[in-house]
């Protein structure tokens, strides 16, 4: 594999002065208040969020995340004209498995930070090398700590700038590419339009649509079904889909704002125990990933990814009906915000050759259920090494 000379390390390491205007904004927020009968039914709850904030202003140790994310090796490089971040985990053994993994929103990189370390190296956790992967986890362009794109960029544009990365700028001639949210987005268009490079493909969400209606009882329920789930979840995404500059303008004012727009989802989109968003994830796990937005500036530009989305064509990925043809694994989380089609409908859309239905866990698999996921992306890509 060969080195590119434009490729240059990367260290955080956040300003004091960053860290300390976020603190004075969450200790200045002007708290207003909810609807009596409130909870988390009109939106993220107003004495969870007070609660959070105390504990931010309080007790989260910014510098100790900081020096978690940095106990891996991070890069940059300029990708047709992007610099874009990324971890890069090299594995164990002689022939470790290049994968790709990309998040999605509101996520960032440090949603991978407890699987990283097992996939590149799983004897260390009780494993074989043959199961270790080359590991790159990159910033989607405008999120986190890649640089922003000009305008707004969708799926299927990240996927030609991440396969350009791991071809070109890493000189892999083939990988495996995993994700969810957008990440399975932009995963399907790597299969879908940079095949043989891309080898495979493991995806937790189904974001993609056939071109066709669906067809029988159960896909036609299914449908049905989806739309009655997304009724109440389609607000943010048509802003961010329409008008995010609009949006933006109180969001980079406000951290508080932030974190409540995006601990919404973090709670209502995992599978939590009622709406004890803590039963699954941690403070200092919530607050970890809303400072990435917070501390890059990148709340704005993170949500133009919808905005692309829907100038790209949507959710359809072939308007002729074709479909992903390279190998894929489809982890099924059983409280995924979007719920998965039937599996006739699926491999209308993927060569389905693994389909694996989770006991639990929600849309934030690697974060929820890192065991059950790693079991599944092992499996899986034992069967295309």
């Known amino acids: 594999m060969s080195e590119n000379t434009s490729i240059q390390p990367f260290h955080l390491t956040v300003p004091d002065d960053t860290l300390n205007r976020i603190r004075l904004r969450v200790a200045e927020f002007p708290w ?9 039914a009109y939106g993220t709850n107003l004495d969870y969020m007070k609660q959070l904030c105390r504990y931010w202003l309080e007790e989260f140790d910014w510098r100790k995340q900081e020096e978690a994310i940095n106990r891996f090796a991070h890069f940059t490089a300029p990708v047709d004209g992007i610099d874009i971040h990324y971890i890069h985990e090299k594995g164990s053994g002689p022939a470790p498995l290049p994968l790709i993994i990309s998040h999605g929103w509101p996520g960032t990189v440090v949603e991978f930070l407890d699987i990283i370390e097992p996939l590149a190296h799983p004897e260390r956790f009780g494993g074989n090398t043959d199961d270790a992967f080359d590991v790159i986890a990159p910033s989607l362009p405008g999120f986190g700590f890649s640089g922003r794109p000009p ?96 949006l933006s303008y109180a969001m980079m004012d406000s951290p508080v704002g932030v974190a409540a727009w995006i601990i919404e989802k973090f709670n209502s989109w995992s599978d939590t125990v009622g709406d004890d968003v803590e039963s699954v994830h941690s403070k200092d796990a919530l607050l970890t990933n809303i400072m990435v937005y917070l501390v890059t500036g990148t709340f704005n530009t993170a949500s133009w990814i919808y905005y692309g989305r829907r100038e790209e064509g949507g959710r359809v990925l072939s308007p002729e009906g074709r479909r992903v043809e390279v190998p894929t694994g489809c982890a099924l989380f059983p409280a995924e915000l979007l719920s998965w089609p039937p599996r006739s409908y699926v491999e209308r859309v993927y060569n389905v050759t693994r389909w694996t239905e989770m006991p639990r866990g929600g849309h934030f698999g690697a974060m929820e259920q890192p065991d059950l996921f790693l079991e599944d992306l092992r499996a899986f890509a034992r069967s295309v090494r």
Do not use: V
């Open 151 to 246: 305008r707004p960029f969708g799926p299927r544009k990240m996927a030609d700038l991440f396969d350009t990365l791991m071809t070109d700028t890493l000189g892999y001639d083939t990988y495996l590419a995993q994700g969810g949210d957008w990440g399975g987005a932009i995963s399907s268009w790597l299969g879908y339009e940079h095949a043989p490079a891309c080898r495979a493909i493991h995806i937790n969400i189904m974001t993609m649509r056939h071109a066709g209606e669906p067809q029988g009882a159960e896909e036609m329920a299914w449908a049905e079904r989806f739309e009655r789930e997304q009724e109440m979840e389609n607000g943010y995404r048509t802003q961010q889909a329409t008008k995010p500059q609009t």
């Open 32 to 40: 207003h208040e909810m609807p009596a009968d409130g909870g988390w």
